[in-house]
C-alpha cells in the first residue's frame, strides 16, 4: 500500500511543530520560523495544562474548565456583576450566563439585584460554593505545582517576565479579545 505521505505516522503532538515549521518555511518563503514555533509551543503547553487541569482538577467535581473560571472570578471578586465575571474569565457574556444557571441550579451560585444599578445582576458564592471553589482550588493548585515544578524558581519568574512582557506587547496591535 503506498501511503502520500509516509512519514506522518511518525509525527506526534510535539514534532508536528518541528513538521509544521519546516513545511511552512518551505511553502511560504516569508513566514517567521521563529515566530511560528514560539507560538505554536506556547498554545500546545497552554492547551495542554488547561486539559490536564481539567481533567485531573475539575472534571471528577462536576465542573468543565470555563465552569471552574467562573467560580474563580466570583471567588476572589465577589459580589460582583455578571459582565464583569465574562470580562476577567475571558469569556462571553452569554456562556457566563449559561455557566451561572448551572452553578445556580448546583447551589453554588446565587444572584441578587445590583444595589447600584438595578439593572445589573450581582454573583456571589453560597456557602456550599465557596467550600467547594476553595478545596477544588488548593487541588488546582498542587497541580499547578507538579507543572512548575520543572523549571527552577529563577526559571519560573523568567517565563513569568516574558509573558508578561509578551501580553503587555498586544496592546500596541489590535488584539481581539473576549469583552
Known sequence: MNHEHPDNEDLHFWSFIDHAV???SRELPG???LAMRLVLSLTRAANMLVYDLESTVHRPRGWSWPGFRVLFAIWLTGPVEAKKVAELSGMSRAAVSALVNTLERDG???RTRSPHDGRAV???LTESGLQAITAAFQAHNEREQEWAGSLST???KTLV???EKLTAHSLRFEVRQRT
Open 31 to 33: 513566514v517567521d520560523p
Open 154 to 156: 529563577d526559571e519560573q
Open 161 to 163: 517576565t516574558l509573558l
Open 22 to 24: 519546516h513545511r511552512a
Open 122 to 124: 450581582d454573583l456571589n
Open 108 to 110: 453554588l451560585v446565587s
